[in-house]
Every structure is written in C-alpha cells, then in structure tokens.
C-alpha cells in the first residue's frame, strides 16, 4: 500500500512539473492574437512596341489602377527591358494617386514578353484571424491564463486603421529634417496666451432676468 502512495505522488509531481507546449501564448502578458500580414501581388501587361506606352495604353493603366483603388501603403514595380520610356509612363500615370515606383521588381509567373512592360502592384494587408476568439471559457480560470479572446479588440483596430501595414514589420524612421519653428510652436503659443485672471473675476449674477 505503501508502494502505491509513494507512485502516486510521483507521478502528480512529474505531472505539475510538464512543459505545455500549446499553452505558453496565454501564460504571459503577451496578446494572444496578433495581427498577420498577408500580400498579395497584381499584374498588368502594358503594350509599348517602340518602348513607350501609347496614351490609349496610359489611359488603360489609369483604368486599372482604378479598378485595384490604389493609394497609400500600394507598392509599384515595373519590370521590363525597355529602360526609361516605359518606366517613365508608368511614372506619370502612379503619380495621379501620390504615388512613386518602386526599385527591384518582385519575381512574377512568366517572362515579360518583348514590347510588353509590365507593372506590378504588390499590396499588403493586415488582419487579425480567429477573431472574435472564444475557444476557451473565461471563467474557471485556475491557471491564471490570459482569456482566448485577449487582444482581439486592440490588435483588430490596429490593423484595421494602420495606414501601410509594413509599418507594423519594418517600423518607419523619423524625418532627419526638423523643422524648430513647428516643433515649438504649441510652446511658444502657451507662453504668449495672456493669464485667465489678468480680466479680473466675472460679475454672474444667479438673479433670473425681469
């Protein structure tokens, strides 16, 4: 009987000391769910025989990069043999949406076929999934975990308002220009405002008006 206490506490020691692999995300401060990046990539085959789109082609981008609903946080490659005329057409037409080529081209299906320029929107997106996430009961809560839906809220409103999700990998560095007039001026506003008391105490009367 004896032999039989002594494994049986063994065996609940060993099981209080084992490693849970699947539980270590809820066991810190960490959230639980976190934003994904997921990218994707489109392309457009742009007629140039001479190496220069014709304006019907420019006209055809333009429709296209309508159709996409280009803007901020869209990168633009263009990849092709023709060097500067296409290029420069693509250019000018991105530039209606504020925005400018990007270097390097990513690799796509498929060569570029001669007197084709080819550009490539790359667009990436971040969301929160399996949210909302309520795989687990809150309460009982013995082991003092974060709940399953920890991070849900905040890290989904982060993604969803973040202007170019890359901002959330690589971060953005700070302007190596500063402009001082700016940077003071909320200061300089508070020091010239003359002081509430200087126009003396308001005579309010609490008598209704006749």
């Not at 994904?36 to 489109?42: P, W």
């Not at 498929?110 to 009961?137: D, F, H, I, L, Y």
């Not at 013995?142 to 849900?152: E, M, V």
């Amino acid at each position: 009987m004896r032999s039989k206490l002594g494994f049986v506490l063994l065996a609940t020691t060993l099981a209080g000391c084992s490693h849970v692999p699947y539980d270590e995300p809820s066991r810190g401060v960490a959230a639980v769910n976190v934003p994904v990046l997921t990218r994707s990539e489109f392309i457009f085959d742009a007629a140039a025989p001479d190496g220069a789109l014709s304006r019907s082609e420019s006209v055809r981008l333009d429709g296209w990069f309508r159709s996409l609903d280009l803007g901020y946080g869209d990168s633009i490659y263009v990849d092709s043999g023709y060097a500067g005329a296409g290029r420069d057409d693509v250019a000018l037409v991105a530039g209606r949406y504020g925005l400018m080529l990007s270097d390097s081209a990513p690799v796509t299906a498929g060569s570029v076929q001669p007197g084709t320029v080819r550009v490539v929107v790359s667009r990436t997106r971040a969301s929160v999934p399996n949210c909302p996430n309520w795989s687990e009961k809150a309460q009982p809560n013995f082991a003092n975990r974060s709940i399953s839906n920890t991070g849900c809220a905040v890290n989904g409103n982060l993604a969803a308002m973040v202007a170019n999700p890359e901002d959330l990998i690589y971060g953005r560095e700070g302007s190596s220009v500063v402009d001082v007039m700016t940077s003071a001026k909320a200061v300089q506003s508070y020091r010239s405002a003359a002081p509430t008391g200087t126009g003396g105490l308001q005579d309010i009367s609490t008598k209704k008006d006749k």
